[in-house]
């Protein structure tokens, strides 16, 4: 399969003008990767409560771009999502993802986003396939 990043991916794209634009920092050492999301009335689902399925994406993104960033291609084939509290608009949520476990071809990785009181909001874990370079 050929992936390829032509930077509008919706989640991270700098070149997407609808897109989030998430920026991620990578703990190397630690494997754990983070990322800062401000949401606006645009993420909105109930009045002032940040749609449930912008949350579950970012989680998304952050565990695979987890991988990616640690030199593993691999791609989501199955992740859950719990959502705990709700994420209010206008606060800033920090999103954190880690391997929990590495077999031949599949990825373990657990993802979680609090609001910036530390509140824990959601928590995803996933299965990522581990893609064959071309």
């Known amino acids: 399969m050929k992936l390829e990043d032509d930077h509008h991916c919706f989640a991270c794209g700098k070149l997407n003008d609808s897109g989030l634009k998430l920026q991620f920092n990578l703990d190397e050492k630690r494997q754990v990767i983070t990322t800062e999301f401000n949401p606006t009335k645009t993420h909105q689902g109930f009045k002032d409560i940040v749609h449930g399925g912008i949350i579950g994406l970012i989680l998304d993104e952050c565990m695979v771009n987890l991988a990616w960033q640690l030199g593993i ?50 928590f995803s874990s996933s299965k990522c396939v581990k893609v064959p370079k071309p």
């Open 73 to 122: 291609r691999a791609v989501s084939a199955e992740y859950t999502v719990k959502l705990l509290n709700p994420a209010m608009i206008g606060k800033r949520l920090i999103f954190s993802a880690h391997i929990v476990s590495e077999r031949k071809r599949i990825l373990a990785i657990e993802a979680q986003c609090a609001n910036e009181e530390g509140v824990k909001i959601a």
